[in-house]
């Protein structure tokens, strides 16, 4: 047999074709097609294999989500089996299958508190399209039909249908399609190190938390609907909140009448080191938004994990007149509850709680001796670092926003490495069986393409602060 890495056009052709009729998300078509993708052709554990047979050590578990690591055969023989047994049906008439059956008695025996119930989604995007109606539908049955506004947060990554995009807060995002829809009002984020000015972050995150009960009282108690969050902000650049947040927002969200939505996306299925990041926050929501880490990425699903609170009120109402053909898909289903077994029999969290996170994080922190970086956050395996020409003053370069970032990007993958950047930040989320040489491994080559980046700013002239 030939190795995988050639068992396939050569590359040129690939990104020919790929350019011709792909369209990537995210992405400047033409500026990508002008370059050529990067084709991924195989992944095994932490690796993935490139079309040109390179080995690139991948620092962000695909998308946030292949928490057990690539290549498991466990998870291709339930795919497989459940294909055979019954590949497809639905769940709308009265209808259910094994699969979705277990998978939802099990994650209700992993969800803290009583998050009992699960609505299933294909998505991350989905779940939260299905949160907002849930929200709403939730009030409404209780004769509250005003209570409709949904308060999320700046710089929060939701997922990006009309409804989740409206709760994110990616202001470019917005600028496209005429969002936000209405109904959704956006409070300011926790991220000192951005926003801080001359707070303490202590002082920082108490005020920032304060503008969610300053928007209560603005919109009214009475048309409130919900609070949407993640428990670390992923996608807006791993934003580790002060410590003095939560609890804050705890106090406010305890004193009024509304729901608590925590997107779980990321934080969900043991990134902070728990099974979920309300967990490692000691957050009590009352729908929760699961996708990514529960099938480790094997195939596409997602759900909202619901209270009993909520759940009672909605099976109580009129039919909840929502849910997507592929909801509680039992290919989808059977996979995700191959990897919750392998999470669980194999201590995949315990072990990132005792000890590989610990390691990660010692080593992460250490970063902040490079002169670049400015300051290091890390929960779990999720991390973050901020490149800065000031660490005093915590200044942004004076080159536009993300310049810098994009070459430490570029420099990661040279160095066989996937880091991202979110604008001058770095960040990771490694799969969670990522072991300590790896980790080694990780923090070695961050290191050279940090020392590389340096180098490529200081003689391109771009070692500069933005004016204050
Ligand atoms: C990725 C993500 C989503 C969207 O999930 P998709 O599966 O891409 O639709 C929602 N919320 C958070 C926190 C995410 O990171």
Redesign the pocket.
């Known amino acids: 047999m030939r190795p995988m890495s050639e068992n396939h056009l050569p590359t040129a052709e690939l990104q020919a074709l790929d350019a011709a009729h792909h369209m990537h998300p995210f992405t400047e078509g033409d500026a990508l097609n002008a370059k050529g993708a990067r084709i991924i052709t195989a992944a095994q554990g932490c690796y993935l294999t490139d079309s040109d047979g390179i080995e690139i050590l991948d620092g962000m578990a695909g ?3 292949v928490n057990i690591g690539y290549g498991r055969q466990e998870m291709a023989d339930a795919a497989a089996r459940q294909m055979r047994q019954l590949p497809f049906y639905n769940t709308f008439f009265q209808t259910s299958h094994p699969p979705a059956i277990h998978l939802a008695a099990k994650l209700a025996e992993i969800a803290p508190g009583d998050l009992n119930h699960v609505f299933f989604n ?7 399209d299905t949160n907002l109606r849930m929200a709403r539908v939730y009030w409404a049955h209780q004769g509250k039909p005003e209570k409709q506004v949904v308060i999320s947060r700046w710089n ?6 009309m409804g ?1 995009a409206s709760l ?1 807060g990616m202001k470019g995002m917005h600028k496209q399609g005429g969002l936000p829809i209405p109904g959704i009002v956006h409070i300011n984020q926790p991220d000192w190190w951005a926003e801080g000015g001359d707070m303490s972050p202590e002082e920082f995150g108490i005020a920032r938390a304060r503008e969610l009960e300053e928007m209560i009282l603005e919109v009214g108690e009475d048309k409130v609907a919900a609070f949407i969050a ?1 428990p670390v ?3 807006g650049g791993v934003i580790v909140p002060p410590d003095s947040y939560w609890p804050e927002i705890k106090r406010i969200l305890a004193k009024y009448d509304i729901l608590f939505i925590a ?5 969900g299925f043991g990134r902070t080191g728990n099974w979920f990041g309300c967990q490692t926050y000691d957050l009590h929501p009352d729908i929760m ?1 699961i ?2 880490g529960l099938s480790s990425g094997y195939l ?1 699903i ?1 759900g909202s994990l619901v209270s009993d609170k909520v759940a009672q009120v909605i099976n109580a109402g009129d039919e909840f007149a929502h849910g997507y053909t592929y909801s509680a898909h039992p290919v989808a289903a059977a996979v995700a509850l191959e990897n919750l077994r392998i999470l669980q029999d194999e201590k995949i969290i315990e072990t990132v709680q005792a000890e590989t996170g610990p390691y990660l994080k010692e080593k992460w922190e250490a970063l902040t001796d490079h002169p670049m970086v400015g300051e290091a956050k890390i929960v779990g395996m999720m991390a973050s670092i901020a490149l800065t020409p000031d660490k005093a003053s915590r200044a942004k370069f004076a080159a536009k926003a993300g310049t810098v970032g994009l070459m430490a990007r570029e420099r990661c993958f040279a160095n066989h490495l996937v880091m991202r950047h979110v604008g001058d930040r770095m960040i990771i989320s490694p799969p969670l069986v990522i072991t300590k040489p790896e980790i080694d491994l990780l923090i070695e080559r961050a290191r050279k393409a940090l020392d590389e980046t340096y180098a490529q700013v200081k003689a391109d002239g771009l070692w500069k602060a933005a004016e204050a």
């Open positions: 998308l946030w989500c294909g998505s991350g995007s989905d779940s939260n929060g990554y939701h997922g990006s249908t989740a994110g993640e902000q992923g996608a997107d779980e996306v990321i934080c938004t996708a990514k596409p997602g």
